[in-house]
Nanobody
Framework: QVQLVESGGGLVQPGGSLRLSCAFS????????MGWYRQTPGKQRELVAT???????TYADSMKGRFTISRDTAKNMVYLQMMSLKPEDTAVYYC?????????????WGQGTQVTVSS
């Protein structure tokens, strides 16, 4: 099992910045990817950014250059630095982790943190 707890969401004005944090714990030795997704009402959850244990990082096109995913292995933390925020970035942001046990993949989600971009 992997536990994920997000924090750092809130209300920010357009053009502003926000940093989300995700604390992870549990069977972290078998995690092979972690990342952030977001969801708005009535829409599917979408990729924001992910990285793999091998060091490969992926960003959604609309977030490249504005969002940066990072990790602090010593603290078991993953961050999402968001800059130049737009109203369309308003969503619930979820931390995600995928464990690999042999050929089986297990996916975990945090409870989500609300980000609202509005003046």
């Amino acid at each position: 099992q992997v536990q994920l707890v997000e924090s750092g969401g809130g209300l920010v004005q357009p053009g502003g910045s926000l940093r989300l944090s995700c604390a992870f714990s549990g069977s972290i030795f078998s995690i092979y990817s972690m990342g952030w997704y977001r969801q708005t009402p009535g829409k599917q959850r979408e990729l924001v950014a992910t990285f793999t244990r091998a060091g490969n990082t992926t960003y959604a096109d609309s977030m490249k250059g504005r969002f940066t995913i990072s990790r602090d292995t010593a603290k078991n933390m993953v961050y999402l630095q968001m800059m130049s925020l737009k109203p369309e970035d308003t969503a619930v942001y979820y931390c995600n982790a995928v464990r690999a046990v042999g050929s089986t993949r297990y996916e975990y989600w945090g409870q989500g943190t609300q980000v609202t971009v509005s003046s």
